[in-house]
C-alpha cells in the first residue's frame, strides 16, 4: 500500500514537471492561422498572399486564403489581421541588452529629456538629494551634443553637486565617463593610478590631478565592477527581463548581441534561460529557487561575446539552438565621433563643440584601440576555430586598417564562410564596400546618428563634405554587402521604423538633409531590418523573410510601410509580434 503511494507520488511529479517542461519548450506551439490583411513575404514584392499556416512554429503554408482554411484543425487559432499589415519580425542586428539592463533606471541627464547645461545639473542635484549619503548615484546619457554648450563637468563640479555620494555619470555615446572624488575613491584610481593606455585613461589637467573624465572602456573597468555589485544581481534580471519584453514591444522576433558586457558564465546561463527552444536543468533550478524568472516565449537571441570574455566561447560555433546561440567574438577597433575617438584619415574639423566639449587638438584624427597587425593575429587564431567577428569599426582609416588585417590573414585561406561584419560604419566608402564585397564582408549601419546628430557632425565635427559622405548604406545595395541598420540600444532605443524612416529620408531631426544620394528605398530599408539582419547572423532559412519551411516570426503593422508617404515611415505602430508562432506583445 506504501509502495503505491509512492508510485503515485512519483506519477503525479512526473505529469506535473513534463507539464512544465512542454509548456516551456517554445517550439511546440499549436498551429495558427493568419489571414484578412495585407501580407508582404520580404521574398519578392509582387507576392500577395492572402493567408499563412504555421505549425510547431514553422510555416507551413502561404497561399489563398481557401488553400490555407483546408488546414484548420480543431485547435487551431486564428489571426484576423482585420486589414492591417502582417510581415517577418525585425530583427536588431546590433544592441546591447545587459547595458540597457543597467541603465534603464538610472538618472536620467540625457540631451533627449535636457536642452540646456542649466537643466541637466539642477535636475541631478535634485535627484542626488533623493539618495543616502554613502549610496552611488548613477547617471546615463550626459552629452554634449544634443544639449548646447555643455561642457565636460569638472571633477569640483560634480564635487559639489554630490557632495556626500559616489556619483558616476555614462555619456549617451558610451565612450566616455565622468566621477566624482568620492567614486574615484571608491574605487581606488588616483592621479597616480597608472592608465590602462594611451586612448583609454583617466584624463588629467597640467598638475596632474584627475578631471573627473574618464576616456573609453579599458579604463573604466573598475567602475564597471562596482556597477554590478551595486545595482545587485536581483535588480538586473528583473531589468533584463524588461529590457526583453521591451524588445518585442519594439516588433523585434530576434535581437544580437554585440559584445555582450559581462565576463560571467551565469549571465550567459541567464539570457539563455529567457530565450533557448527548451528549458535548461539549471535555469529551471534557478527558476524554482525564484532567483531566473519564470520562462515565458521571448525573441531569440545570438550573441557575440566580447574580445575580453573569450572563456566564455563554448568549443564551436556549432552550440546552442535556433533561440539562443553564441555566434562569435566583438572587437572594437575605433570608438565614436563624438567622443573624438573615432579613426579617421584626416583630422577632425575645428569647433568649439570638438575644442571645448569634445576636447580634442587641432591636427586629432583619432587612433585605433587595437594594433593592426595585431588584428591580423586575432584574425587568424578565430578563423581557425571557425568563429566569425564583429568589429566595431567608424572611421575611414579604422575602416582602411580592419580591412588590411582581413586580406593579409587570408592571403591563402578563403573567407567566403564567414561573414565577418563591420559595426556602425559612418566613414565606410565605395571603394571599401568593393573590398568588402570580395571579403565576403558585411556592415550594420549606426544610421541614426544622421537624424540626432547630423547637424553637429556637419557643422561642427566632420565638416560639410565629409558628413555627405557618411553611412553610405545605397552604395552598400550596390555592392551586395547585405547592409544592415542598428540602434545600438541604450544609444537610441531599439526601433526598426525609426532607423528605416532616417534610411529612407536621410533627413535630420530638424529637417536637413544629409547624403541624399544614399537613400534606399523603403523596400530596401525593410530588408535591412529583416532578411539581411538574418543573413549576417546565418539564419536566412530560417528567419527573415515569410516562406514556407521557415520560423512562424512575425509584426503586425498598423499601416503598411511600402503603402504610407515616406516621411510618415517613423509613426508606424506595431500592433502584434509573434516568435515562432507564439504571440509575445500584443498591443
Ligand atoms: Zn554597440
Not at 489581421?81 to 536620467?108: C, E, N, R, W, Y
Not at 563640479?157 to 558610451?174: G, H, M, V, Y
Amino acid at each position: 500500500m506504501k509502495k503505491l503511494r509512492y508510485v503515485l507520488l512519483f506519477l503525479i511529479v512526473l505529469i506535473v514537471g513534463g507539464y512544465f517542461y512542454l509548456i516551456q519548450d517554445f517550439s511546440k506551439t499549436s498551429s495558427l492561422i493568419i489571414y484578412n490583411g495585407t501580407i508582404i513575404t520580404m521574398e519578392n514584392q509582387a507576392d500577395k498572399p492572402e493567408a499563412i499556416f504555421v505549425k510547431d512554429g514553422v510555416i507551413q503554408m502561404v497561399g489563398s486564403k481557401a488553400d490555407v482554411m483546408q488546414l484548420k484543425e480543431s485547435n487551431t487559432e486564428m489571426i484576423d489581421l482585420q486589414g492591417k499589415t502582417l510581415m517577418p519580425g525585425f530583427i536588431d542586428p546590433h544592441t546591447h541588452p545587459l547595458v540597457s539592463a543597467l541603465l534603464i533606471d538610472m538618472v536620467d541627464v540625457s540631451g533627449f529629456t535636457h536642452k540646456s547645461p542649466e537643466e541637466v545639473w539642477a535636475h541631478l542635484a535634485k535627484e542626488v538629494r533623493k539618495f543616502e549619503p554613502g549610496t552611488w548615484v548613477f547617471c546615463r546619457g550626459l552629452d554634449p551634443i544634443l544639449t548646447k554648450n555643455l561642457a565636460s563637468p569638472h571633477i569640483s563640479k560634480l564635487d559639489s553637486i554630490a557632495p556626500n555620494n559616489p556619483l558616476f555619470i555614462f555619456a549617451q555615446t558610451l565612450h566616455n565617463y565622468w566621477a566624482n572624488s568620492l567614486a574615484f575613491k571608491a574605487v581606488g584610481v588616483t592621479a597616480q593610478t597608472k592608465d590602462p593606455s594611451k586612448t583609454s585613461f583617466y584624463e588629467k589637467d597640467a598638475q596632474g590631478k584627475l578631471t573627473g573624465m574618464i576616456v573609453e572602456q579599458a579604463a573604466m573597468t573598475a567602475f564597471k565592477t562596482r556597477i554590478f555589485e551595486e545595482i545587485g544581481q536581483k535588480k538586473l534580471i528583473k531589468n533584463l527581463a524588461m529590457v526583453m519584453d521591451n524588445y518585442a514591444k519594439a516588433g523585434n522576433t530576434t535581437i544580437v548581441t554585440t559584445g555582450l558586457t559581462t565576463f560571467k558564465k551565469n549571465i550567459i546561463k541567464l539570457c539563455e534561460h529567457f530565450s533557448s527552444e527548451k528549458p535548461t536543468l539549471f535555469g529551471q533550478g534557478l527558476a524554482t529557487l525564484n532567483i531566473f524568472p519564470d520562462r515565458k516565449p521571448a525573441v531569440r537571441h545570438f550573441v557575440y561575446v566580447r574580445h575580453d570574455a573569450q572563456h566564455l566561447l563554448p568549443d564551436s560555433p556549432q552550440n546552442g539552438d535556433d533561440f539562443f546561440k553564441i555566434v562569435g567574438v566583438k572587437y572594437w577597433y575605433d570608438g565614436s565621433p563624438l567622443a573624438g575617438s573615432m579613426y579617421m584619415r584626416k583630422p577632425y574639423f575645428m569647433s568649439r563643440l570638438t575644442r571645448e566639449s569634445i576636447r580634442i587638438n587641432s591636427g586629432h584624427r583619432g587612433k585605433y584601440l587595437i594594433r593592426p597587425t595585431q588584428m591580423v593575429k586575432i584574425i587568424e587564431n578565430l578563423q581557425k576555430k571557425g568563429w566569425q567577428i564583429a568589429t566595431h569599426a567608424h572611421g575611414d582609416q579604422a575602416i582602411d586598417d580592419v580591412l588590411w588585417a582581413y586580406e593579409t590573414a587570408n592571403k591563402k585561406a578563403t573567407v567566403k564562410e564567414f561573414r565577418h561584419r563591420l559595426e556602425h560604419c559612418m566613414l565606410l566608402n565605395e571603394q571599401n564596400l568593393k573590398r568588402m564585397n570580395t571579403l565576403n564582408m558585411t556592415p550594420s549601419f549606426h544610421i541614426n546618428f544622421i537624424y540626432y546628430y547630423g547637424d553637429a557632425l556637419k557643422n561642427d565635427i566632420l565638416g560639410i563634405e565629409r558628413a555627405n559622405r557618411i553611412l553610405k548604406a545605397n552604395t552598400a545595395f550596390k555592392n551586395q554587402v547585405n547592409p544592415s541598420l542598428h540602434a545600438d540600444q541604450p544609444m537610441y532605443d531599439s526601433d526598426p521604423f525609426s532607423l528605416m524612416a532616417t534610411a529612407v529620408n536621410r533627413k535630420t531631426k530638424e529637417g536637413e538633409a544629409i547624403g541624399p544620394q544614399e537613400m534606399i528605398t523603403v523596400w530596401q530599408a525593410l530588408q535591412t531590418m529583416t532578411i539581411n539582419a538574418a543573413w549576417q547572423v546565418k539564419m536566412e532559412n530560417k528567419i527573415g523573410s515569410i516562406k514556407k519551411g521557415k520560423y512562424g516570426d512575425f509584426v503586425v503593422l498598423d499601416q503598411n510601410p511600402l503603402k504610407v508617404d515616406k516621411a510618415s515611415l517613423r509613426n508606424i505602430k506595431i500592433l502584434r509580434t509573434i516568435v515562432h508562432g507564439n504571440t509575445v506583445f500584443q498591443k
